[in-house]
């Protein structure tokens, strides 16, 4: 097909990703999206109007990362797929996981929007890093010169890959200490494989270990190695340990059988997947019951996607916060990232009931199992004039739902351990954040701190910008020649 570039958007619609069918689909984990043709990838990016400021690449909306989009754009249109490709690598050091997983905040901010639908940039550079990966032209970040300098990064989630990646690139010595047996972090425990593929994170940790980053799996700094041998046996340190402490539903009956938090049970299934063996664990299983997901976001929609998988007779997910309206509300017009009601490809592989305003009052159980919940619907109303709305108990509207397996998806409170904080003698938040200067250190001189650990539950693409940053002001710090000293 010929595709002329000239006001392309006006001919050609926004072309959204396809799926499996939903039949075939729930029979598996293997990934639900389709990617576009080459064809249909070159239509897409012609749709981009090359306006004067792009919002897409960043300045308060658009891509964290600030992603070069206009230009990589126009490369792909006319087939210059390796100039497309260095462009995107100039901001981005994974585009294949943004590519799967990022929301797309460019997307909400792209001008084309305003009017009518933004260019599918998510696919566009799905398709530029894939072509690559597949042609043998992903440069590895080997260094033509290795430095002295050693790096240890805590943690290998987005952040600290990126870290890491950035570093080893240029020329650092880098190792990534990991307490889980495989590197990857959410990415590899949390997101589920039909959203994020695993083979995709080891494709890329190959790449980084061929190209000199070393991984030590299944090691956790501050319990099988002391914080004080990271900092006398490295220049740098970055942590980069994520916020994984699940947020707790504190009401009666919690401590009856059948609930669980739910990335307890997306971990569970990510290790199934990857052919490991539950060693006298509880194996959370959704198979024939009625499953209740308590929170309406992320998470709670991948628990939705895994309970059909595993044969749910039926899924309900349960949200305090309204319903949001069905497009852009008011509160956040362009080029904000919206605020609007999201259904996920897992909402629609089954029945899944989706309540809003509902609060959970208590878990009922028999057999010292749940068997329900006792809800009640709310209104937000501020407590005080002109304070913040809080959820108000409607009189009257109590409920009984039935239950037999519940999964908390309520988000998330903090870093977790205090080994880390206590042992190195952070300064933290009153929640266990790590406090960092401009140049992301903490306040032991040396170790720097990125990602969800510092900034709390975000997204793939925040972490990947925040380790890059991170990555940048070690290089600044050592090359001033300023030594960590141990606490
Ligand atoms: C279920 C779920 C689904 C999600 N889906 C999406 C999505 O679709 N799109 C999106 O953009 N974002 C998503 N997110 C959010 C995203 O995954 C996180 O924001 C991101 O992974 C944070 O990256 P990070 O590197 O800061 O932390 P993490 O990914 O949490 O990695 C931290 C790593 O540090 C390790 N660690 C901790 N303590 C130590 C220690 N003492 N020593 C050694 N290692 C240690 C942990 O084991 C972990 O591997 C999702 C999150 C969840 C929970
Ligand atoms: S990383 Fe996310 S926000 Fe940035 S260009 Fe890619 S899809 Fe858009």
Redesign the pocket.
């Known amino acids: 097909m010929k595709v002329e570039k000239e006001k392309a958007f006006l001919r050609f619609p926004r072309q959204e990703p396809r799926y499996r069918p939903v039949e075939e689909r729930v029979h598996d984990f293997r990934p639900v999206e389709l990617p576009l043709s080459e064809e249909e990838i070159r239509v897409q990016a012609a749709r981009c109007m090359d306006c004067g400021t792009p919002f897409c690449h960043g300045a308060g909306s658009g891509c964290p990362l600030g992603n070069i989009i206009p230009e990589f754009n126009e490369q792909v249109f006319y087939g210059r797929w390796k100039e497309a490709l260095n462009i995107l690598l100039a901001t981005n050091c994974f585009p294949e ?2 590519g ?4 797309a905040p460019c997307e909400s901010a792209c001008v084309l929007g305003l009017i009518l639908s933004p260019v599918t940039i998510c696919q566009v550079e799905l398709a530029i890093i894939e072509r690559a990966f597949a042609d043998g032209t992903v440069p590895s970040g080997r260094p033509s010169v290795r430095k002295d300098e050693k790096v240890a990064v ?9 870290a890491a990646q950035v570093l080893n690139s240029a020329g650092y010595r880098v190792t990534v ?4 047996p495989r ?10 494989d039909f ?2 593929e695993k083979r995709v994170i080891d494709r890329r940790i190959s790449l980084m270990e061929r190209a000199g980053v070393r991984f030590e799996c299944g ?6 190695i002391p914080f004080r041998f990271l900092l006398e046996s490295f220049d740098g340190v970055v942590l ?5 402490q699940p947020r707790d539903l504190r009401v009666p009956g919690r401590q009856l059988g059948g609930i669980h938090f ?2 307890h049970y ?1 971990i569970q299934q990510n290790r199934l997947v990857a052919g490991d063996h539950l060693r006298g664990e509880e194996k959370i299983d959704a198979a024939g019951k009625k499953v209740v997901v308590i929170g309406g976001g ?2 709670g929609a ?2 939705v996607g895994t309970a059909w998988r595993q044969g749910a007779q039926s899924v309900t997910q349960l949200e305090i916060l309204p319903e949001p309206p069905a497009s852009r509300a008011d509160c956040t017009p362009w080029p904000l990232w919206p605020l609007m009601r999201r259904d996920s490809s897992s909402h629609q592989e089954g029945p899944t009931v989706r309540m809003w305003s509902v609060n959970t009052l208590a878990f009922i159980g028999k057999d010292d199992r749940v068997a329900s919940l006792r809800c009640c619907q709310v209104e937000w109303k501020p407590e005080v004039a002109g304070g913040p709305p809080v959820p108000q108990p409607v009189p009257g509207s109590e409920f009984e739902l039935a239950a037999d397996l519940v999964l908390l ?1 309520l988000g ?1 409170v903090g ?3 205090a ?2 904080r206590d042992e190195m003698h952070l300064e933290c938040s009153q929640y266990g954040y790590p406090l960092r200067d401009e140049r992301h250190m903490t306040s032991v001189p040396g170790v720097f701190v ?6 709390g ?8 910008a ?2 890059m940053k991170a990555a940048r002001h070690v290089a600044d710090f050592l090359r001033e020649g300023r030594r960590g000293q141990p606490a």
Do not use: N, Q, W
């Open positions: 996981f943004t799967r997983v990022c929301p805590v943690g290998s989630g987005p952040a600290g890959l990126a200490y990991e307490k889980d590197p990857g972090g959410l990415l590899r425990y949390g997101i589920p959203k994020l090691i956790e700094a501050g319990r099988d980069a340990a994520g916020a994984r739910a990335i997306l992320d998470t991948d628990c998806a998330f870093p977790g351990s080994s880390v990125a990602g969800d650990m510092h900034r539950p975000s997204l793939v693409v925040h972490a990947l925040d380790g």
